[in-house]
């Protein structure tokens, strides 16, 4: 039983940080229509400015902002130049989002170095609570809560804003959008520098709950996101929440139980998940 | 008088089809102006170069002394342009108020009261207001879009096709739609049911191969059967 618990805690939190970064690139897809492989470096990124800011300033809440607001940044740099001469064309997309992954990620070695750098967890979040002889770490019960602020924080955005609803709109239509008066670029802008601001985010909190930050640590995540969009259903924001926490215990659990199946294991799910509904658990038709 | 909306000897291209060849029109404020011709003629993407959808390569598209040839489409429609297409452009995943409120991009009390004093006329939107349009049906989604496109003080309304793929009986009612804001509002029809098309139009141009090849009344066209048949294929009763 208290295994259980344990798995179902770690499996939530690598749902949670999974979630951060699934959550954007499946808006990014669903919305602008772009297969974007630059999350994975925007997600090492925010690893690194948050262990480089808290080095100079000593805080963590600190450190988390300035990655965000770095990876938002980035974003809107990569939207600008690199992302808007290809909208519409897919193979261009996942060419240069993946070169863009390629020279940012020794970008980051060229800055940092290329051995892991280590990071120690916020102190008042170093602790464990011990219930029924369960060992629980606090930390992962914040990224836990982390995860479900965002998913209430983009709930609303989606459901009960304005830019929410331009964004449900464009989905569907973004031609229709413009006819109505709508500069929907100006959207687009802002998604990607959105959803590039969280991946940053879940970088700079996934640092602490492994130790370090190095190189090569975003690619894992930005493959089970993936899935996870895929999974979920492209362009759904419920499909990439219940994605990542299927994905996150699916995770924790094989990998406790027997380790190399992990692997083979979400990628049976994301199968067997297509095989029955082709659209993914919350999908829509995709447009195109 | 000024036309109100001017096209002189308009191009476009969609990819590396050179679609519009040289469509030429005027528009007079208060007239409604049928767009006719066979299918796969331009007539839609006459409609869509206006707006922008489609860039203008070559000629030149004035509204009421403002020129739109280079202007990006959600420009051009601020500039005073309803636009109702073919597949009514209503969003599924929006509710009919909030299909009506993206609209609204001037957020002032009078586009408030402009969508109240519509919602008035089509009362079937007002009863499935807070529903999602997904659950609406042909007819009510050419309404919505109908509607939507009056929510702003708009000088122009283009309408691509209002009675395709409808029940007869719909289809009295987008006519008898069209007939009542006709009389405040300058509207571009385009259509293919002759009928509609002569009990709203005043005029009309014919498109063929991406050209206007001939304009008139509607009731010089409506006297001439062997123009009908030349132009338009029609078998009329
Ligand atoms: N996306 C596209 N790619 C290539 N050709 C296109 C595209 N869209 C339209 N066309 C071509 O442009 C021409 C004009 O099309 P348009 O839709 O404007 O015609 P239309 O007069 O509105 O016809 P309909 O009566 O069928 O609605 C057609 O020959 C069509 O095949
Ligand atoms: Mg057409």
Redesign the pocket.
């Known amino acids: 039983m208290h295994i259980f618990l344990m798995l179902l805690i770690n499996g939530l939190a690598e749902g949670a940080l999974i979630f951060l970064m699934a959550a954007g690139l499946s808006i990014i897809l669903g919305l602008l229509g772009v297969v974007n492989f630059t999350h994975g470096v925007l997600f090492i990124w925010g690893g690194y400015v948050s262990i480089w800011i808290f080095s100079m300033t000593g805080s963590f809440p600190i450190a988390i902002i300035a990655a965000v607001a770095a990876g938002a940044l980035m974003g809107l740099v990569f939207e600008r130049l690199f992302i808007r001469p290809v909208y519409g064309n897919v193979t261009a997309q996942i060419l240069i989002t993946l070169g863009l992954g390629v020279v940012f990620t020794d970008m980051a070695r060229l800055f940092w170095g290329p051995n892991p750098i280590p990071a120690s967890r916020p102190e008042f979040m170093d602790g464990t609570w011990v219930i029924d002889a369960v060992i629980i770490s606090q930390y992962r019960i914040f990224l836990i809560v982390v995860g479900i602020l965002v998913a209430i924080g983009i709930n609303y955005l989606v459901n009960r804003t304005k830019v929410g609803m331009v964004m449900r709109a464009g989905i569907q239509s973004p031609e229709m959008v413009q006819a109505l008066g709508i500069n929907i670029k100006v959207y687009f802008a802002g998604v990607f520098a959105g959803g590039a601001a969280l991946a940053a985010l879940g970088g700079a909190l996934y640092v602490p709950l492994v130790g370090s930050v190095w190189s090569g640590m975003g690619i894992n995540n930005q493959i089970l996101a993936f899935i996870v969009i895929i999974l979920g259903g492209m362009g759904s924001f419920y499909g990439s929440a219940v994605g990542s926490i299927i994905i996150g215990l699916t995770v924790a659990f094989v990998s406790w139980f027997y380790p190399p199946l992990t692997v083979y294991t979400t990628v049976l799910l994301l199968l067997l998940v297509l095989t029955l509904k082709p659209e993914g658990l919350f999908g829509m038709a995709v447009r195109n | 008088m000024d036309p109100l909306l001017k096209l002189d000897n308009v191009s476009s291209f969609?990819?590396p089809?050179h679609?519009l060849q040289g469509v030429t029109l005027e528009v007079y404020p208060g007239e409604a102006v049928v767009i006719l011709?066979r299918?796969?003629?331009?007539?839609?993407?006459?409609l869509r170069t206006i707006i922008g959808l489609v860039p203008a390569s070559a000629g030149k598209i004035i509204l009421d002394s403002v020129d739109l040839t280079a202007m990006p489409p959600y420009h051009t429609v601020r500039q005073g342009i309803g636009f109702v297409p073919?597949d009514y452009g209503i969003f599924d995943a929006l509710t009919v108020e909030e299909n009506l409120l993206i609209a609204m991009w001037q957020e002032d009390q009078d586009t408030v009261d402009r969508r109240d004093h519509v919602l008035e006329l089509f009362t079937d939107l007002k009863e499935s207001y807070k529903r999602l349009a997904s659950t609406l049906s042909g007819g009510q989604r050419q309404m919505l879009s109908i509607a939507r496109a009056l929510v702003n003080d708009n000088k122009i309304i283009l309408i691509d096709?209002p009675s395709k793929g409808l029940a007869p009986i719909i289809v009295e009612k987008v006519r008898d739609t069209l007939l009542t804001f006709k009389q405040e509002k300058t509207i571009v029809l385009?259509e293919?049911n002759f009928e509609m098309a002569c009990a709203v139009g005043d005029r009309y141009y014919i498109?063929a191969e991406g050209q206007t090849v001939l304009d008139g009344t509607i009731k010089e066209l409506m006297d001439d059967e062997e123009l009908q048949r030349k132009h338009l294929g029609f078998v009329t009763a």
């Open positions: 969609i990819g089809f679609i011709g299918n796969g003629a331009g007539k839609t993407t006459t073919e096709e385009v293919q498109i």
